[in-house]
Structures are given as structure tokens and as C-alpha cells.
């Protein structure tokens, strides 16, 4: 009776005629290039950030009255984000305004005098030094206006920095000191962020340095919500990191829709080039 022919014995077989066969899988080779899916582009990682960003300190020393926006709330342009206390800076104002007529009437009164004293002199009734007393008074007179002028006009940007404004349409991200808390001049209030646009902030091979422009059209596709974006390459970096070998560029993204929030993540779809057929 024959014994079935076991793929034991047909490797045997093979091996004393002197031919191996192994699969794909337990040569240890890669399969042709055509059993492969072909690749349609790599991806690098990406990060969202504001287009801009703005911590905003108090200008003067007071408390905090009211803030106008919550936090996450959308503002524009010029819009008042924060009342502070204005009543002590007002009476300030007053008195300065007070301090300025003050000095203008002095002012004058100098004038006035000095042509009365040259005119008195040329008559013989008064000497050369009542002359120069007067122009002394005139300009005096004239030091102290220029002074209660400048004190006037730091009297009224005090008033008109209790009012901080904001110097770009965005989103309030956080508010660093409470109402009624008190404040002094250059301590942080609020962090806003303009998010109408985004960059997109991620790291290129430094091979692909010359080989990427400003201004060219990428896609970006983000984790959180799934949909691709597209924008144009805004900055690149002047240097490539030695240690890394990677370069960094910014791609500026449309926000207007408010669909995306800056600190999300994704991926930059860089195509591949086509390869040429064998010949």
C-alpha cells in the first residue's frame, strides 16, 4: 500500500532535486510592488493655533468694575472687554483741566505784561532789567502751560485706559483676575485669541526644504471633527533643527464658520509624486 505523499516529503523531494520553494510570507522578501496597495500621499502631524493671541494688562491701578464678555464668547474690533473703576480718574481729569486754565490765564497775563514793561521802558519809565524780569514771567508761564498740557492729556489716557478695548476681533479664552478684584499697571486681566483664522503648525522632512514655496495650497485634515481644510503656506521657518532634521512651517486656514478651535489636531496631506513607468 503507497503512503500519501505528505508536503514533508515533497519539501524533501524538492531539496535533494536540488530546488526550494517558500511563500511570500516565510521568505523573508517583500512582496512585488504590484501586490501592494499604492500609496496616495504621507501624512504629517499638525497642530491648530490662533492666528493671534494677546494677554491684556491694566494701564492703571484701580478695580475691576465689570468684564463684558464670558469667557469662549466671541467679540469684535473695539469693543469694550473691560470697565474698570474710572471715578478717581475722573476727578483727575477735573483737576487737571482745572490746573491747564490755571496756567493759560498765566500765560497770558505774562504776555500782556512783558508788552506793557517794553513799552514803559522805551518811555524811560522802567529799566532794562524790569524788561528781562518780564520775559523771565513769559517764559515761565509758558513751561508751566506746557507742562499742565502734558498733564492734561495723561489725566485723560488714564480715564481712556479704563476702558480696555479690543485691538482684534476674537474669542475671550480666559479671564485672569475677577470684578471687584484690584489691579496694578501691567498686571494681566484677560487672554484672548483670534481664531477667525488658524495656523496650522506642524514639521517637514529637511529634504522637502526647496522643495515647498509660500503661498502654495495644502490640505489638512482634522482628528477631531474628520474634515479636510485647505490653506496656503503662511511662514517657514528660517533654520532647519539639527537634531530632528525637520523644518517648521504655518499654514493659514479660513475660521470665519467658527467650525474649528485652535489646539486641535490633524494631519497635513503632503501627495506624492507619480512614479514613472518602468521601460
Known amino acids: 500500500m503507497r503512503s500519501p505523499i505528505t508536503s514533508k516529503s515533497l519539501f524533501v523531494l524538492l531539496v535533494i532535486s536540488g530546488f526550494t520553494f517558500l511563500p511570500f510570507h516565510l521568505s523573508g522578501t517583500e512582496?512585488?510592488?504590484?501586490?501592494?496597495?499604492?500609496?496616495?500621499?504621507?501624512?504629517?502631524?499638525?497642530?491648530?493655533?490662533?492666528?493671534?493671541?494677546?494677554?491684556?494688562?491694566s494701564?492703571?491701578?484701580?478695580?475691576?468694575?465689570?468684564?463684558?464678555?464670558?469667557?469662549?464668547?466671541?467679540?469684535?474690533?473695539?469693543?469694550?472687554?473691560?470697565?474698570?473703576?474710572?471715578?478717581?480718574?475722573?476727578?483727575?481729569?477735573?483737576?487737571?483741566?482745572?490746573?491747564?486754565?490755571?496756567?493759560?490765564?498765566?500765560l497770558a497775563f505774562a504776555d500782556k505784561n512783558l508788552i506793557r514793561?517794553?513799552?514803559?521802558?522805551?518811555?524811560?519809565?522802567?529799566?532794562?532789567?524790569?524788561?528781562?524780569?518780564?520775559?523771565?514771567?513769559?517764559?515761565?508761564?509758558?513751561?508751566?502751560?506746557?507742562?499742565?498740557?502734558?498733564?492734561?492729556?495723561?489725566?485723560?489716557?488714564d480715564l481712556d485706559n479704563c476702558y480696555v478695548a479690543a485691538p482684534f476681533s476674537g474669542r475671550v479664552v480666559k479671564k485672569m483676575v475677577q470684578e471687584h478684584e484690584f489691579v496694578r499697571v501691567g498686571q494681566p486681566m484677560l487672554q484672548i485669541i483670534d481664531d477667525n483664522q488658524l495656523l496650522a503648525v506642524m514639521h517637514l522632512p529637511s529634504s522637502e526644504r526647496n522643495k515647498i514655496k509660500l503661498g502654495e495650497n495644502h490640505s489638512v485634515q482634522i482628528d477631531e471633527t474628520g474634515t479636510v481644510h485647505e490653506g496656503a503656506i503662511y511662514e517657514i521657518a528660517g533654520e532647519i533643527d539639527a537634531g530632528s532634521r525637520t523644518f517648521e512651517i504655518k499654514l493659514l486656514i479660513d475660521n470665519k464658520d467658527s467650525s474649528l478651535t485652535a489646539g486641535m489636531t490633524g494631519r497635513l496631506i503632503v501627495p506624492q509624486k507619480e512614479k514613472e513607468p518602468v521601460k
Request: charged share 35%; with cysteine; glycine share 6%.
Open 31 to 57: 512582496p512585488p510592488p504590484a501586490a501592494k496597495e499604492e500609496s496616495r500621499g504621507e501624512l504629517v502631524k499638525t497642530v491648530l493655533f490662533p492666528f493671534k493671541e494677546a494677554i491684556l494688562s
Open 59 to 106: 494701564m492703571v491701578e484701580t478695580s475691576i468694575r465689570t468684564h463684558k464678555f464670558k469667557e469662549g464668547e466671541r467679540f469684535k474690533k473695539g469693543d469694550v472687554l473691560v470697565d474698570l473703576n474710572d471715578d478717581a480718574f475722573k476727578q483727575k481729569l477735573i483737576k487737571a483741566k482745572s490746573a491747564c486754565l490755571e496756567a493759560k490765564s498765566g
Open 117 to 157: 514793561t517794553k513799552d514803559l521802558n522805551k518811555r524811560g519809565l522802567q529799566g532794562l532789567q524790569d524788561v528781562e524780569r518780564s520775559e523771565l514771567e513769559l517764559d515761565i508761564a509758558n513751561s508751566k502751560q506746557m507742562f499742565q498740557d502734558a498733564n492734561l492729556q495723561l489725566s485723560q489716557q
